[in-house]
C-alpha cells in the first residue's frame, strides 16, 4: 500500500510538472487535446456564478470551490470533481496566490464516448440494467485511484508528441472516460449517461432553448414523465426543484455574459426575459445586487470558474 501511494504521488508530481512546464504563467489555455484545458490560478477569486458543462476537474495544487444550492463543495489534489450534467453553480478560488496556485486541468466529457463506454461496462458486467429510480447525482468528488491517475497522465503525456496526440488523443479520453466510470464516481457518471438518465436529457433540452420559454410540463413530456414525478427525481437530482433549476439557469448564464461585456438587456434578452424589470428583480434577490450596480462593480475576470 505505501508503495503504491509513493508511485500515486509520483504520477502526481509529473502530471503537475507537465501544467507548470505548459503554464509557467496564471491562466486558463486549451490544448491541442479537443475539450482539455489547462489552469494556473494565481490570486484568490470569490465564487461568482457560472455554468459547469459535463466536465471532469482535477486539482495538482491549491483548492477550488463549487456551491450548488448553497452546498460548498470544496476539493484539492486529493479529489477530483465529476459534473455529470449541466449544472448552474458559483465557482471560485479563494485560497489561491502567488505561493500556493491552484493548477489543475479541465476535461469535458463527450456525451456519446460516455454513453457508449456506460452501455459496454454494463454488458461485459452481466446486463445494462440499471435502476430507474435512482437519478444521477449533481456534483461528486472521488479519491483519486491508479486507473484515473496513470489515465490523466497517459492522455497528457500526448501533448509532447504532435503524432501521437493525433493517432492515440481520442483513445486516451476513452480510457480517461472508463476510469472516471469505473472510479468512486462512478455510480453518479453511469446514472447521468446510462439507462435512467432522463433528468440530464431534460437539462440537455433546457440548455439548448434557454432562449425559449421552457417549461417544467416541457421538460418533463420531452423525457416521457408525469409533473410529479418528474419534480421529485429532479430534486433529487440536483437538489433544485426544477423552477428554481431553471432561474438559477437563466441568471447565471446572464452574470455571465455582463461579465463578458454584454449589457444588462442583451444578456436577459439572450436567457430568455422578456420583461427586464423582472430580470433585474430576480437578479438582485439572487445576486444582492441589481444587474446594473453588479455590472459596475463586477470586472470581468480570467481564470477558471
Not at 484539492?76 to 496566490?97: F, H, N
Not at 466510470?181 to 453518479?188: F, V, W
Not at 433585474?280 to 477558471?304: C, I, L, N
Amino acid at each position: 500500500m505505501k508503495v503504491l501511494c509513493q508511485l500515486e504521488c509520483m504520477t502526481k508530481d509529473r502530471i503537475k510538472n507537465l501544467i507548470e512546464r505548459r503554464l509557467p504563467e496564471a491562466g486558463l489555455v486549451d490544448t491541442a487535446l479537443k475539450g482539455v484545458q489547462l489552469f494556473r490560478v494565481t490570486e484568490a477569486m470569490p465564487c461568482v456564478p457560472a455554468v459547469y458543462e459535463p466536465t471532469v476537474v482535477a486539482i495538482l495544487s491549491g483548492t477550488k470551490e463549487a456551491v450548488l444550492d448553497g452546498e460548498h463543495h470544496v476539493y484539492g489534489s486529493d479529489k477530483y470533481l465529476l459534473c455529470p450534467m449541466t449544472l448552474p453553480v458559483e465557482a471560485g478560488t479563494p485560497q489561491a496566490s502567488e505561493e500556493d496556485p491552484l493548477i489543475g486541468v479541465v476535461i469535458a466529457l463527450d456525451p456519446r464516448i460516455m454513453r457508449e463506454l456506460t452501455m459496454e461496462i454494463g454488458t461485459a458486467a452481466g446486463g445494462n440494467r440499471q435502476s430507474r429510480d435512482s437519478a444521477p447525482s449533481a456534483l461528486a468528488l472521488a479519491s483519486w485511484d491508479g486507473g484515473f491517475t496513470q489515465a490523466l497522465l497517459r492522455l497528457l503525456d500526448l501533448l509532447d508528441n504532435p503524432v501521437d496526440l493525433e493517432v492515440l488523443g481520442q483513445g486516451r479520453l476513452r480510457e480517461l472516460c472508463y476510469a472516471v466510470l469505473t472510479g468512486e464516481a462512478g455510480a453518479a457518471a453511469r446514472r447521468a449517461f446510462g439507462v435512467g438518465n432522463e433528468i440530464a436529457r431534460s437539462i440537455d433540452y433546457l440548455s439548448t432553448h434557454l432562449k425559449e420559454q421552457v417549461t417544467i410540463d416541457d421538460m418533463a413530456d420531452h423525457v416521457g414523465m408525469s409533473r410529479a414525478v418528474f419534480h421529485r427525481r429532479f430534486k433529487e437530482a440536483t437538489t433544485m426543484s426544477p423552477i428554481q433549476f431553471v432561474k438559477s439557469m437563466r441568471l447565471n448564464n446572464a452574470a455571465m455574459k455582463i461579465a463578458e461585456g454584454k449589457t444588462v438587456s442583451e444578456a436577459a434578452w439572450d436567457v430568455g426575459y422578456q420583461s427586464l424589470s423582472q430580470f433585474s428583480r430576480e437578479f438582485k434577490r439572487m445576486y444582492g445586487q441589481p444587474p446594473r450596480q453588479w455590472s459596475h462593480d463586477r470586472q470581468a475576470t480570467t481564470g477558471v470558474a
